[in-house]
T-cell receptor
Framework: DAGVIQSPRHEVTEMGQEVTLRCKPISGHDYLFWYRQTMMRGLELLIYFNNNVPIDDSGMPEDRFSAKMPNASFSTLKIQPSEPRDSAVYFC????????????FGEGSRLTVL | AQSVTQPDIHITVSEGASLELRCNYSYGATPYLFWYVQSPGQGLQLLLKYFSGDTLVQGIKGFEAEFKRSQSSFNLRKPSVHWSDAAEYFCAVAGPRDMRFGAGTRLTVKP
């Protein structure tokens, strides 16, 4: 298996633009997590899905953020409109049983909003 | 909800010296605890995990961690640090269906 695949690896955009980050989890993993990492706040859980259904989105900063998982092999995190304070590294992770097993992380998408 | 505290933001050790990174957790039930490592520009990789049983667990790359329920701690140790161990280390605790991470400790290794 290729592991968790995220795209793009780097994105530079201007304030107000829409940003879409993509994630392909490991096949067979039924949990998918989106994390945001910044120097100020560290690693924050934004949202996670179980069997494609959002379970907890309490970490999503505001309505500008949305996440979808239309099928078991694909998820998106969308920011519209983007703001400079959204600049961060966004990680996707997947797992079979997160409370007893390992989370497998992608390499992250580094977002810079100018 | 579960939470994790890593008191040390940044630690510097000399190559060959021993290392201990601190982690304290808060969780009402028996915790499942993890240590992850993040190299620059990379995602997180699991070093070791504790579910139950022996309170001293061994991980990859020569790391070990000891679970102490009385102190709510799960400290990471390595007897002799290598320059390639320079990275950021995250402690995590798993709840019923998700995992929460500490703020991380950045390790610098001096030659």
């Amino acid at each position: 298996d290729a592991g968790v695949i995220q795209s793009p690896r780097h994105e530079v955009t201007e304030m107000g633009q829409e940003v879409t980050l993509r994630c392909k989890p490991i096949s067979g993993h039924d949990y998918l997590f989106w994390y945001r990492q910044t120097m100020m706040r560290g690693l924050e859980l934004l949202i996670y899905f179980n069997n494609n259904v959002p379970i907890d989105d309490s970490g999503m900063p505001e309505d500008r953020f949305s996440a979808k998982m239309p099928n078991a092999s694909f998820s998106t995190l969308k920011i519209q409109p983007s703001e400079p304070r959204d600049s961060a590294v966004y990680f996707c992770a997947s797992s079979h049983r997160p409370n007893t097993g390992e989370l497998f992380f992608g390499e992250g998408s580094r977002l810079t909003v100018l | 909800a579960q939470s994790v505290t890593q008191p040390d933001i940044h630690i510097t050790v000399s190559e060959g010296a021993s290392l201990e990174l601190r982690c304290n957790y808060s969780y009402g039930a028996t915790p499942y605890l993890f240590w992850y490592v993040q190299s620059p520009g990379q995602g997180l990789q699991l070093l070791l995990k504790y579910f139950s049983g022996d309170t001293l667990v061994q991980g990859i790359k020569g790391f070990e961690a000891e679970f102490k329920r009385s102190q709510s701690s799960f400290n990471l140790r390595k007897p002799s640090v290598h320059w390639s161990d320079a990275a950021e280390y995250f402690c995590a605790v798993a709840g019923p269906r998700d995992m929460r991470f500490g703020a991380g400790t950045r390790l610098t290794v001096k030659p």
